[in-house]
């Protein structure tokens, strides 16, 4: 039976900008974590249980595009001023327990990786819509500053806060 969000008023389905924020958010961790080598394998991976907003591998020194290690990592992006210490508090044990459930139906569907070491991590985006007179400006995406891994694209400007390797493991 499908649940109602609490603020449905606020939730990426019945808010565009949010859900178009949440995405541009997972596009920046994904750029940022393949300039540091690994290798983005899905990106809005969807199950019954919900949704893996990025699987990524460690690549092997022997075969770089063969993992040997996964993450699953949970994005949270947020405006500035939000409930939630940017998204970290979002991640609740009824959360955490969800993500695995996602993570176990995840490695069924994919054989070759379940026996590899996995982590679940979590990267905290802040996002800021750019004001209209300077988006009119702003013709095509800046560049991904990877050292800040910060990104100017479609009216938004987006700065990855934190990322925590390992954030949580299920008790």
């Known amino acids: 039976m499908p649940q109602t969000p609490k603020h449905s008023s606020k939730s990426k389905a019945t808010n565009p900008e949010a859900s178009n924020a949440g995405a541009l ?3 920046l961790v994904a750029e940022w974590l393949r ?3 690994w290798l983005v394998l899905q990106q809005r991976w969807h199950c019954r249980w919900g949704e893996l907003d990025l699987v990524i591998g460690q690549p092997s020194p022997q075969n770089p595009t063969q993992p040997i290690a996964l993450a699953f990592v949970e994005v949270k992006t947020r405006s500035r001023g939000n409930w939630d ?3 970290a508090l979002a991640i609740t044990a009824r959360k955490r327990s ?3 459930k ?3 139906l995840f490695l069924a569907d994919h ?6 070491p996995c982590q679940f991590d979590v990267a905290l985006v802040c996002c800021r819509q750019t004001p209209k007179k300077a988006a009119l400006l702003q013709n095509e995406a800046t560049p991904l500053d990877a050292v800040q891994a910060k990104a100017a694209i479609a009216g938004y400007h987006l700065t990855l806060q934190d990322y925590i390797p390992a ?3 299920l008790d």
């Open 111 to 116: 054989p070759a990786w379940a026996e590899l």
């Open 25 to 27: 958010g997972e596009a």
């Open 35 to 37: 300039d540091r080598g």
């Open 85 to 87: 210490y940017d998204g």
């Open 102 to 104: 996602t993570a176990q």
């Open 167 to 169: 954030a949580f493991t």
């Open 98 to 100: 969800k993500l695995w």
